[in-house]
């Protein structure tokens, strides 16, 4: 592996560990963030730390978690202790008066052999970070641009699905300006097209915030106010009766699946934010109690999905079974999911023998084996 080379060399391997944001998403970031730290090996690699805070300050030196966390993620000029205070690495354009730190972060960002983007959401999972780190020519894990955008976007990401000749709930856009000017309209033909209950989701946002199950045309009018809280473009589903089951996938160019897992909801309506998050009656299965065709089924697709958005390192892949229509549906595609070492995403490896150090390890070396084959093109290398 790319890791045992670089540390065989009798150097460290410079990893930086970004984390935090300025997205809903922003505590689970953290708990990410702290559990690939953990996982990471000190004799191979040199972590870095870099937090991201909710008003968009970077931060590097000192214990930029620490900072973050006693914060709540909302920093003002001074961090919150000082002596081993992190240093604003990129000032945000609101706040240029935080510049303690490095005078060149492009500079600073390619002293790192790789970036670990532990980031979920917008302004962290959708392309913009990895544009950022693209014209800093710094290998980072995960998608690119292209398959990070798409990943994001439920829209396109359908659009992309259909294309890819992928089962998916069927679904409709819906824009702002276009409900706001016909709302009554709009919500009759979804209702008539999409049928009673459907699922209303802001295009543009993850880990359920903002999505709503809609049993009238009044609660669909309800939930695009919400969902038009977090996004401008919003998806309306069909309902779907089933059982929500998952899959992971690891690689760039030839993709492996791990084993399904499924979520057990109680109590909830659907998998909605605090049945993932905060209810304990949420349950976890891995491997899923599947038939072994269907099992192969949904890791097969889980590989179409990841291969059909551009995908690259990881992804997680999220799927409906209609056992009583013998049926498979893809739902959606997580190309950064949660990486604790009690995610799904990393118990559904556990479960074929993946470690989570090896699976951290593993993610590292696929992203600097990456920006090696891109260099190599360019014929900087």
Known sequence: MTNEREAQRGRKIRVGIL?????????VSLASAQSVIAALDPNVYEIIPIGISRQGQWLSGGDPMRDLLAAGGQLTETPPETGTAS??????ARDTCMTAGPENASRELRRLDVVFPVLHGPLGE??????????????YVGSGVRGSAVGMDKATMKAVFRDAGLP??????VREHEWERAPDAVVRGLATTLGLPCFVKPSN?????????AETEEEINAALLEAFRFDDRAVVEEAITGREVECSVLGNEEPI???????????????????????????????????????????????????????????????????????????????????TA????????????????????????????????????????
């Open 19 to 27: 984390f935090g944001g300025q997205s809903s998403e922003h505590a």
């Open 87 to 92: 240093n604003a690495v990129i000032p945000t």
């Open 257 to 339: 699946a791990s084993a399904v897992g499924e979520i057990i909801v109680q109590g909830h309506a659907f998998y909605d934010y605090e049945a993932k998050y905060t209810d304990p009656a949420t349950c976890l299965r891995v491997p899923a109690d599947l038939p072994p065709t269907v099992a192969e089924q949904i890791r097969e697709l889980a590989i179409r999905a990841f291969q059909a958005i551009d995908a690259a390192g990881l992804a997680r892949v999220d799927f409906f079974y209609e056992p009583h229509h013998d049926r498979v549906l893809v739902n959606e595609i997580n190309t950064i999911p949660g990486l």
């Open 342 to 381: 009690k995610s799904m995403y990393a118990m559904m490896w556990q479960a074929v023998g993946v470690s989570y150090g090896e699976l951290v390890d593993r993610l590292i070396a696929l992203a600097i084996a990456r920006h090696d084959r891109r260099r190599r093109r360019r014929g900087e290398a």
């Open 205 to 213: 946002m993850g880990s359920s915030v903002g999505v709503s199950k």
């Open 126 to 139: 959708d392309g913009t970070v990895q544009g950022f780190l693209e014209l800093a020519d710094i290998a």
């Open 168 to 173: 998916t709930p069927r679904a409709h856009l």
